[in-house]
């Protein structure tokens, strides 16, 4: 039994070029069941580049149930249902561009001789799907450190080649006349016709030119003779209804059409892997479409480069790729198959390789979970570890849940509980004294710091005391970096440092030590 | 497949000695210009057999016991020279060149190493050279082979087809490298043919896998054709103005009507077989646009245009062309003899491709065409104003893009360095250069030398003298580094600068004075040098207690005489250039002491220089005529898609002494000859006019 789909939810959800949707009859002969019992399982991931604002990013306070949606999370919080929310996802140093990409679906930056997760999980789904996994992007390559540029890698480690272009994508995978019977047909009659004039151009032709015609009509013959042999062998029906999508004018167009083509291929079961980069790491692209005119790596460095227009700038960037995985999630929510949602047998992997853009902290990375995998994953959920976890025991949690026989990945050899609601190790608040001492010109603090969550002012920390006016840090950005200040927000520290008076206020201006109450110094490694 | 052109040797059989010229005067464009050099006359019979059978007679023997035993192909055959296929003729006109050296090296008293011929044996190869072999060179149009279009040919050729080039949706952001052409894209590079160039495809024939991706291509650019913006390009096609309010241009092609369709394709057609379309073959698919059974018309129109373009009379060149002597099947029907005529003028229509294909590595436009089709093109003054046009053109760029790129090897100046602006402003600096030669008919002598440069802010530093006269360059607020385009500027006070060789890229590129010497020799002076021995081994250091500079290191390295007989014309070039760093920067007066850089140098005819201006300065003087002959050569072997042959030694040579004077008895690159009257030459050349049967 085929249930229909709701059309006008489709178009309406969609910002760009929609695909008019296919005949179903197809579906039901398509989307065999794979490996994985009953419908197959798909697995997408979508590439967020140059981290975060953290204020903006995370969530504060809550628990697994019962927690609030952070500023950016606004555009999807109508998809909590189907979300689970991964916090306190990291490594412990700091993470160069290309490092933080690798890591995103490798586990750690030196990964470097292994599949990326997507990949090794391609093998185990592809059943009976056409395409074994489309690896996709929105830019060029990034010549200057060329691991901005990847995400997915084969099983030398080395980077697979991209695509853009969401018309090309879409004419391989369903307008291809290998593959599709209409076009198949059509391409018949052209190599008919191209032989045809081919003999009467032989007519006019000298010795010299037969032979060159000879062998023009011999590469014709093996494409001939190729799809007739594909024509025996493969009685595959695709939808040939699906409208081929418009060229794209700038970004979010090309993303949207890029969305459609990606949610159709899930849908018909073309493929059922797809890794997408929303831009390298690392990324110059300018959005001029909202009004940006500055460069987003250049925004992502909002503390050396504040201002408070820069980071609204910033902020409209990492909204605009929120909105996108919202684009991605209402697709695979209106589209259905037998079984339901097509969300439903999904899991998308939504986040990016670092926290903090400005001093690439690798703590508390933005990772989404979306879709319940069939049913083995819990979703409605916010897990915030009590410590660092790194991404390869996710990875790790990934494969096997797609039944993939691995038992280390990257630098992991135990996956991370609680996606399937078992039990995990939850992040607590532990009890601690707070107090602040002054001096001449020097202050010792032992509170809780955080970065300021006012706009006007995102390069300012403060220290929490309590029953104390916070302490506010404005230093430069040697002490930011060197101490790592965005590594240790949300946490209990202790700081000694010298203080200036500032309107009537004493503020931390030149840091002397830092240290953490309960965790682990952040490393130093550029990892 | 194993299908490998029939080379022109075969064609060539024999045909020296027994060929007899015949030509019809008036039958050549232009009362063939090329009759001036001699070889051409109404009815002379030309022996051409004596030249051989006296180098069998007396140089022969002489090599025979001198320099076999280094020089056989059945023995050591040094540097891959063997002189016993000398003895056959067609085997000695096809390896001109090295008939040449050999003169040359003989002449010099190089070879045999340890002891050299006698006077009087030199004279005596001499004498035969110049009286026999030289004059056996007759100028002859090479016959018609066709070829596949190169990728690059093929891109612009599809853009001149629809009306828009094909492009791939990706963001170009700052310092990415994207490849927006769908056909570079999805096409594999074209390896360099026996030329170098790319465009030179004979030896590459089209691929299965190829074909098919051509056929993606061609369907990608019907798609855009017939896709929501038709009105702009249908009406583009068929030379519509659409003079209705915009929203109305809507219902313009929403149907596409019977007429519609037959001009689309009837316009596709003239586009992409570049000449009169055979009328069996347009007509077919005319009438089978009509036809009624199977899918609706703009089905029908796809099916058509798809196979009006994938036809070989698209996707090669040369094909269709009228050709002397040609024994089509048309031509046995109607009991026609071809006659005795060998050479010919190239038909209308194949002079234009020539033409466009040189000049824009594109199809012919319109206007070309027409002219064609009228039959005016080979009328001189309209021949030569078309040239003038094209070069006019801003299509013109391809010559630097494609021509100079491959010549010059420029394309390795992108890995110098990768950041992408970078790379991008050392690159566009000779591009830029050599487009604003032509468009602006320049001197042929400022490539080599002038005092000028095309810059921008990432190459500014190697202009320090002169860079404050660049208009000022800022960044807009938030772009960490963008690519900026090139300016002029004049060099006054940086006279290190100025013409090609001394281009911070082209520098860097070559890093070490070996690369930069061989490049310069084979590149700038047309010196093709043997593969170096394998086991040559790395420069030793300095001995104990001794300091000495890499240059004296590396002639103690190669004193040997093996190394010696090619590094003697490698390391004076490369070495002048020792001033320059590794990336191309110029070294200060003290730096320069300090590392011991010694730029003299005397080249192998003895002429010495004390840097790298005074070598220019004998590259534009005494050894002008050498580095002005691979110039030409060069430009000639690019225009014609193929390798230069013994037949086109003379044509070569005419071009040759029209841009050069007598100083003193040697022959000096005029310092008036410009780059159009280089191309025009070219243009206007025997084998570029003609075709052989």
């Given at each position: 039994?085929?249930?229909?789909?709701?059309?006008?939810?489709?178009?309406?959800?969609?910002?760009?070029?929609?695909?008019?949707?296919?005949?179903?009859?197809?579906?039901s002969?398509?989307?065999?069941?794979?490996?994985?019992?009953?419908?197959?399982?798909?697995?997408?991931t979508?590439?967020k580049?140059?981290g975060?604002?953290?204020?903006?990013?995370?969530?504060?306070?809550?628990?697994e149930?019962?927690?609030?949606m952070?500023?950016?999370?606004?555009?999807?919080?109508?998809?909590?249902?189907?979300?689970?929310?991964?916090?306190?996802?990291?490594?412990f140093?700091?993470?160069s561009h290309?490092?933080s990409t690798?890591r995103?679906?490798?586990?750690?930056?030196?990964?470097?001789?292994?599949?990326?997760?997507?990949?090794?999980?391609?093998?185990?789904?592809?059943?009976?799907?056409?395409?074994?996994?489309?690896?996709?992007?929105?830019?060029?390559?990034?010549?200057?450190?060329?691991?901005?540029?990847?995400?997915?890698?084969?099983?030398?480690?080395?980077?697979?080649p991209?695509?853009?272009?969401?018309?090309?994508?879409?004419?391989?995978l369903?307008?291809?006349?290998?593959r599709?019977?209409?076009?198949?047909?059509q391409?018949?009659?052209?190599?008919?016709?191209?032989?045809?004039?081919?003999?009467?151009l032989?007519?006019?032709?000298?010795?010299?030119?037969?032979?060159?015609?000879?062998?023009?009509?011999?590469?014709?013959?093996?494409?001939?003779?190729?799809?007739?042999?594909?024509?025996?062998?493969n009685?595959?029906?695709?939808?040939?209804?699906?409208?081929?999508p418009?060229?794209?004018?700038?970004?979010?167009?090309?993303?949207?059409?890029?969305?459609?083509?990606?949610?159709?291929?899930?849908?018909?079961d073309?493929t059922?892997?797809?890794?997408?980069?929303?831009g390298?790491?690392?990324?110059?692209?300018?959005?001029?479409?909202?009004?940006?005119?500055?460069?987003?790596?250049?925004?992502?460095?909002?503390?050396?480069?504040?201002?408070r227009?820069?980071?609204?700038?910033?902020?409209?960037?990492?909204?605009?790729?929120?909105r996108?995985f919202?684009?991605l999630?209402?697709?695979?929510?209106?589209?259905?198959d037998?079984?339901?949602?097509?969300?439903d047998?999904?899991?998308v992997?939504?986040?990016?390789?670092?926290?903090?853009?400005?001093?690439?902290t690798?703590?508390?990375i933005?990772?989404?979970?979306?879709?319940?995998?069939?049913?083995?994953?819990?979703t409605?959920?916010?897990l915030?570890?009590?410590?660092?976890?790194?991404?390869?025991?996710?990875?790790?949690?990934?494969?096997?849940?797609?039944d993939?026989?691995?038992?280390?990945?990257?630098?992991?050899?135990s996956?991370?509980?609680?996606?399937?609601?078992?039990?995990?190790?939850?992040?607590?608040?532990k009890?601690?004294?707070?107090?602040?001492?002054?001096?001449?010109?020097?202050?010792?603090?032992?509170?809780?710091?955080?970065?300021?969550?006012?706009?006007?002012?995102a390069?300012?920390?403060?220290v929490d005391?309590?029953?104390?006016?916070?302490?506010?840090?404005?230093?430069q950005?040697?002490?930011?970096?060197?101490?790592?200040?965005?590594?240790?927000?949300?946490?209990p520290?202790?700081?000694r440092?010298?203080?200036?008076?500032?309107?009537?206020q004493?503020?931390?201006?030149?840091?002397?030590?830092?240290?953490?109450?309960?965790?682990?110094?952040?490393?130093?490694?550029?990892? | 497949?194993?299908?490998?052109?029939?080379?022109?040797?075969?064609?060539?059989?024999g045909?020296?000695?027994?060929?007899?010229i015949?030509?019809?005067?008036?039958g050549?464009?232009?009362?063939c210009?090329?009759?001036?050099?001699g070889?051409?006359?109404?009815?002379?019979?030309?022996?051409?057999?004596?030249?051989?059978?006296?180098?069998?007679?007396?140089?022969?023997?002489?090599?025979?016991?001198r320099?076999?035993?280094?020089?056989?192909?059945?023995?050591?055959?040094?540097?891959?020279?063997?002189?016993d296929?000398l003895?056959s003729?067609?085997?000695?006109?096809?390896?001109?060149?090295?008939?040449?050296?050999?003169?040359?090296?003989?002449?010099r008293?190089?070879m045999?190493p340890?002891?050299?011929?006698?006077?009087?044996?030199?004279?005596q190869v001499?004498?035969?050279?110049?009286?026999?072999?030289?004059?056996?060179?007759?100028?002859?149009?090479?016959?018609?082979?066709?070829?596949?279009?190169?990728?690059?040919?093929?891109?612009?050729?599809?853009?001149?087809?629809?009306?828009?080039d094909?492009?791939?949706?990706?963001?170009?952001?700052?310092?990415?490298v994207?490849?927006k052409?769908?056909?570079?894209?999805?096409?594999?590079?074209?390896?360099?043919?026996?030329?170098?160039?790319t465009?030179?495809?004979?030896g590459?024939?089209?691929?299965?896998?190829?074909?098919?991706?051509?056929?993606?291509?061609?369907?990608?650019?019907?798609?855009?054709?017939?896709?929501?913006?038709?009105?702009?390009?249908?009406?583009?096609?068929l030379?519509?103005?659409?003079?209705?309010?915009?929203?109305?241009?809507?219902?313009?092609?929403?149907?596409?009507s019977?007429?519609?369709?037959e001009?689309?394709?009837?316009?596709?057609?003239?586009?992409?077989?570049?000449?009169?379309?055979?009328?069996?073959?347009?007509?077919?698919?005319?009438?089978?646009?009509?036809?009624?059974q199977?899918?609706?018309?703009?089905?029908?129109?796809r099916i058509?245009?798809?196979?009006?373009?994938l036809?070989?009379?698209?996707?090669?060149?040369?094909?269709?062309?009228?050709?002397?002597?040609?024994?089509?099947?048309?031509v046995?029907?109607?009991?026609?003899?071809?006659?005795?005529?060998?050479?010919?003028?190239?038909?209308?229509?194949?002079?234009?491709?020539r033409?466009?294909?040189?000049?824009w590595?594109?199809?012919?436009?319109?206007?070309?065409l027409?002219?064609a089709?009228?039959?005016?093109?080979?009328?001189?003054?309209?021949?030569?104003e078309q040239?003038?046009?094209?070069?006019?053109?801003?299509?013109?760029?391809?010559?630097?893009?494609?021509?100079?790129?491959?010549?010059?090897?420029?394309?390795?100046?992108?890995?110098?360095?990768?950041?992408?602006?970078?790379?991008h402003?050392?690159?566009?600096q000779?591009?830029?250069?050599?487009?604003h030669?032509?468009?602006?008919?320049?001197?042929?002598?400022?490539?080599?030398?002038?005092?000028?440069?095309?810059?921008?802010?990432?190459?500014?530093?190697?202009?320090?003298?002169?860079?404050?006269?660049?208009?000022?360059?800022?960044?807009?607020?938030?772009?960490?580094?963008?690519?900026?385009?090139?300016?002029?500027?004049?060099?006054?006070?940086?006279t290190?600068?100025?013409?090609?060789?001394?281009?911070?890229?082209?520098?860097?590129?070559?890093?070490?004075?070996?690369?930069?010497?061989?490049?310069m020799?084979?590149?700038i002076?047309?010196?093709?040098?043997?593969?170096?021995?394998?086991?040559?081994?790395?420069?030793?250091p300095s001995?104990?207690g001794e300091?000495l500079s890499?240059?004296?290191?590396?002639?103690?390295?190669?004193?040997?005489?093996?190394?010696?007989s090619?590094?003697?014309?490698?390391?004076?070039?490369?070495?002048?250039l020792e001033r320059?760093?590794?990336?191309?920067?110029?070294?200060?007066?003290?730096?320069?002491?300090?590392?011991?850089?010694d730029?003299?140098?005397?080249?192998?005819?003895?002429?010495?220089?004390?840097?790298?201006?005074?070598?220019?300065?004998?590259?534009?003087?005494?050894?002008s005529?050498?580095?002005?002959?691979?110039?030409?050569?060069?430009?000639?072997?690019?225009?014609?898609?193929?390798?230069?042959?013994w037949?086109?030694?003379k044509?070569?040579?005419?071009?040759v002494?029209?841009?050069?004077?007598?100083?003193?008895?040697?022959?000096?690159?005029?310092?008036?000859?410009?780059f159009?009257?280089?191309?025009?030459?070219?243009?206007?050349?025997?084998?570029f006019?003609?075709?052989?049967?």
């Amino acid at each position: 039994m085929v249930k229909r789909i709701d059309r006008r939810r489709f178009l309406r959800d969609s910002i760009g070029p929609v695909l008019p949707l296919p005949f179903l009859h197809s579906m039901s002969t398509s989307a065999e069941a794979s490996n994985l019992g009953g419908n197959p399982v798909r697995f997408v991931t979508l590439f967020k580049p140059n981290g975060v604002h953290p204020p903006s990013w995370n969530i504060n306070g809550g628990t697994e149930f019962d927690f609030r949606m952070s500023p950016l999370m606004a555009p999807f919080a109508k998809h909590r249902d189907d979300l689970l929310i991964l916090d306190n996802m990291g490594d412990f140093g700091f993470s160069s561009h290309a490092n933080s990409t690798r890591r995103f679906l490798s586990g750690h930056h030196q990964n470097t001789k292994s599949e990326s997760v997507d990949q090794l999980v391609a093998d185990r789904i592809r059943g009976r799907s056409t395409v074994r996994s489309l690896e996709l992007t929105t830019e060029g390559l990034f010549p200057n450190q060329i691991g901005c540029s990847y995400i997915s890698y084969d099983s030398n480690g080395d980077p697979i080649p991209r695509e853009s272009d969401p018309q090309l994508v879409f004419d391989r995978l369903f307008r291809n006349p290998m593959r599709h019977p209409k076009k198949r047909e059509q391409f018949s009659s052209v190599l008919d016709r191209v032989m045809e004039d081919s003999q009467d151009l032989i007519r006019h032709s000298g010795a010299e030119d037969r032979q060159i015609l000879d062998q023009y009509l011999s590469v014709v013959r093996g494409t001939e003779k190729k799809l007739k042999v594909i024509a025996e062998q493969n009685p595959d029906q695709q939808p040939a209804t699906l409208e081929r999508p418009l060229a794209p004018a700038n970004l979010d167009e090309q993303v949207e059409a890029m969305l459609d083509v990606i949610a159709v291929a899930l849908w018909t079961d073309t493929t059922r892997c797809v890794s997408y980069m929303l831009g390298n790491s690392n990324s110059r692209m300018i959005f001029d479409f909202l009004g940006v005119t500055e460069q987003h790596h250049y925004l992502s460095h909002f503390f050396r480069n504040f201002s408070r227009p820069n980071l609204d700038a910033l902020l409209k960037i990492s909204l605009w790729h929120m909105r996108k995985f919202d684009s991605l999630l209402n697709r695979l929510k209106s589209l259905e198959d037998q079984s339901g949602r097509l969300l439903d047998h999904c899991v998308v992997l939504y986040g990016s390789g670092m926290g903090h853009s400005d001093n690439h902290t690798a703590t508390r990375i933005p990772i989404v979970l979306a879709g319940q995998g069939g049913g083995r994953i819990k979703t409605g959920r916010y897990l915030r570890y009590s410590e660092n976890q790194e991404l390869g025991r996710l990875h790790l949690s990934l494969l096997r849940l797609f039944d993939v026989d691995v038992s280390t990945f990257g630098d992991s050899n135990s996956p991370l509980p609680g996606l399937d609601g078992s039990p995990f190790d939850a992040f607590q608040e532990k009890q601690f004294e707070s107090w602040v001492r002054f001096g001449t010109g020097e202050v010792e603090v032992q509170g809780r710091l955080r970065l300021s969550e006012d706009l006007n002012e995102a390069r300012i920390f403060y220290v929490d005391v309590a029953g104390e006016p916070s302490l506010r840090i404005d230093v430069q950005f040697r002490d930011f970096h060197h101490f790592n200040l965005a590594y240790h927000c949300g946490t209990p520290i202790r700081l000694r440092a010298q203080v200036t008076e500032k309107n009537g206020q004493r503020v931390v201006t030149k840091i002397d030590s830092l240290d953490s109450l309960f965790g682990k110094k952040p490393g130093t490694a550029n990892g | 497949m194993s299908f490998k052109r029939t080379s022109s040797i075969r064609r060539d059989n024999g045909f020296v000695a027994r060929f007899l010229i015949v030509l019809f005067v008036a039958g050549l464009p232009f009362g063939c210009s090329s009759a001036s050099d001699g070889t051409f006359e109404s009815g002379r019979e030309v022996d051409t057999a004596g030249w051989h059978q006296r180098f069998l007679n007396e140089i022969f023997p002489l090599l025979r016991e001198r320099c076999f035993d280094c020089h056989w192909s059945s023995g050591e055959a040094e540097a891959g020279v063997e002189l016993d296929r000398l003895a056959s003729a067609d085997e000695a006109l096809k390896q001109y060149r090295l008939v040449d050296s050999v003169v040359r090296v003989l002449q010099r008293q190089e070879m045999p190493p340890d002891q050299p011929l006698e006077k009087q044996e030199v004279q005596q190869v001499v004498d035969w050279y110049k009286g026999s072999f030289r004059p056996a060179l007759l100028s002859l149009p090479g016959p018609l082979v066709a070829r596949r279009l190169s990728r690059h040919e093929l891109r612009y050729s599809l853009a001149s087809v629809f009306g828009f080039d094909l492009q791939v949706a990706i963001i170009e952001a700052e310092q990415t490298v994207v490849e927006k052409s769908l056909v570079l894209k999805l096409l594999p590079d074209d390896p360099p043919g026996e030329s170098g160039f790319t465009n030179d495809t004979h030896g590459n024939p089209l691929s299965e896998s190829q074909w098919e991706q051509i056929a993606t291509i061609v369907d990608s650019g019907i798609e855009t054709l017939l896709g929501p913006s038709r009105n702009i390009h249908l009406a583009e096609l068929l030379h519509l103005e659409l003079n209705v309010p915009a929203n109305k241009t809507a219902e313009r092609f929403q149907v596409i009507s019977g007429a519609d369709a037959e001009g689309i394709l009837r316009e596709v057609y003239r586009r992409a077989y570049r000449r009169t379309v055979p009328d069996s073959i347009q007509e077919r698919a005319i009438q089978r646009l009509d036809a009624s059974q199977g899918n609706g018309l703009e089905e029908r129109l796809r099916i058509e245009i798809k196979s009006a373009i994938l036809s070989p009379a698209f996707l090669y060149r040369g094909l269709l062309a009228d050709q002397p002597g040609k024994q089509t099947e048309a031509v046995r029907s109607a009991g026609v003899s071809s006659g005795e005529r060998a050479v010919e003028p190239c038909d209308d229509f194949e002079l234009a491709e020539r033409l466009s294909y040189f000049i824009w590595s594109e199809s012919p436009d319109e206007e070309l065409l027409n002219l064609a089709g009228e039959g005016l093109l080979h009328e001189r003054d309209l021949y030569l104003e078309q040239v003038e046009r094209l070069l006019d053109d801003p299509r013109s760029l391809r010559l630097a893009e494609h021509f100079a790129v491959e010549w010059l090897a420029l394309s390795e100046i992108e890995s110098v360095s990768n950041n992408p602006p970078v790379a991008h402003a050392l690159y566009r600096q000779p591009i830029d250069y050599f487009d604003h030669l032509i468009r602006e008919n320049r001197p042929i002598t400022e490539f080599y030398d002038s005092d000028y440069t095309f810059a921008n802010p990432h190459t500014a530093k190697f202009y320090p003298g002169d860079r404050g006269k660049m208009s000022a360059y800022r960044k807009q607020r938030g772009i960490e580094v963008e690519a900026v385009n090139n300016q002029k500027l004049d060099l006054e006070r940086t006279t290190e600068r100025g013409g090609i060789l001394t281009m911070p890229g082209v520098l860097a590129m070559n890093r070490g004075p070996v690369t930069r010497g061989t490049w310069m020799l084979e590149r700038i002076l047309g010196v093709h040098l043997p593969e170096p021995p394998a086991d040559v081994g790395q420069v030793p250091p300095s001995p104990p207690g001794e300091q000495l500079s890499f240059r004296e290191r590396f002639e103690l390295h190669r004193s040997q005489p093996s190394c010696k007989s090619c590094h003697k014309y490698i390391d004076p070039l490369g070495f002048a250039l020792e001033r320059y760093g590794r990336d191309g920067t110029f070294l200060s007066d003290k730096a320069a002491k300090e590392a011991k850089i010694d730029t003299s140098g005397i080249l192998p005819t003895g002429e010495r220089f004390a840097d790298f201006a005074e070598l220019q300065q004998l590259l534009l003087r005494e050894k002008s005529e050498g580095v002005l002959r691979h110039l030409v050569e060069r430009f000639l072997s690019y225009a014609l898609c193929r390798r230069l042959e013994w037949y086109d030694v003379k044509s070569v040579d005419r071009i040759v002494s029209s841009l050069s004077e007598d100083v003193d008895g040697v022959r000096y690159l005029s310092r008036d000859a410009s780059f159009r009257d280089l191309i025009r030459l070219v243009t206007e050349s025997l084998p570029f006019t003609h075709v052989r049967g």
